[in-house]
């Protein structure tokens, strides 16, 4: 139980384009989902904090313009990274927790290349 | 923000020796978790740690949540080749709770990377 699914695995796409990741928990309900960015070699960096029904809170550098979060129900987050650039390439996280004190669960990630 | 320090950062061992990383933090935790990532994928729960002083096992694999509440250890014990991988631990900050307190954020090492020489 407790799976986190994120798609697509794998995104290559040209400066400027504005790329939409899901997030989906398929066997429980998540009211929040969390959104990491991971860099090679280093750990998992939060970014923001998706809140169902509500806007999401996000971390302290991270440009809510530039990085669109929706939570539109109880399974499924978006995180939409708009007119992308080079430097927004990196490897994309998310994670839910399947209830209170149970830990986060996360999916596969995407990788997100910018050209 | 916030980082626990998660040492070693890396560890090249023989095939069916132990393994033992840990992870300290100057502030109090409740929560003690270890998750490993392989390349490309997300982070996978290994052991999850509640109460200071807990001892849990998942297979080969122990974790304890130290007494002081500030540091928690992994041992692997004869390492397999499928063991490779990053090894993180996270935790969650004693904090007033709150309503929300069930969705909480993770405070996360380093990682770990370990390395297994055939």
């Known amino acids: 139980g407790a799976v986190v699914s994120q798609h697509p695995s794998w995104v290559i796409c040209k400066s400027g384009t504005s790329v939409k990741i899901e997030c989906r928990s398929l066997d429980f309900q998540a009211t929040t989902m969390f959104w990491y960015r991971q860099f090679p070699k280093q750990s998992l960096m939060l970014m923001a904090t998706s809140n169902e029904g509500s806007k999401a809170t996000y971390e302290q550098g991270v440009e809510k313009d530039k990085f669109l979060i929706n939570h539109a129900s109880l399974t499924l987050s978006t995180l939409t990274v708009t007119s992308a650039h080079p430097e927004d390439s990196s490897f994309y996280i998310c994670?839910?927790?399947?209830?209170?004190?149970?830990?986060?669960?996360f999916g596969d990630g995407t990788r997100l290349s910018i050209l | 923000g916030q980082q626990l320090n998660q040492s070693p950062q890396s560890m090249f061992i023989q095939e069916g020796e132990d393994v033992s990383m840990n992870c300290t933090s100057s502030s109090i935790f409740n929560t003690w978790l270890w998750y490993k990532q392989d390349p490309g994928e997300g982070p996978v729960l290994l052991i999850a740690?509640?109460?200071a002083g807990e001892l849990t096992s998942n297979g080969r694999l122990t974790a304890q949540f130290g007494i002081t509440r500030k540091d928690s250890f992994l041992n692997i014990s004869a390492s397999i080749p499928s063991d490779v991988g990053i090894y993180f631990c996270a935790g969650r900050p004693r904090l007033n709770l709150t309503l929300m307190d069930s969705n909480y954020q993770l405070i996360w090492g380093a990682g770990t990377k370990l390395i297994i020489k055939p």
């Open positions: 994670s839910a927790n399947p209830g209170p004190g149970v830990p986060q669960h």
């Open positions: 740690l509640y109460k």
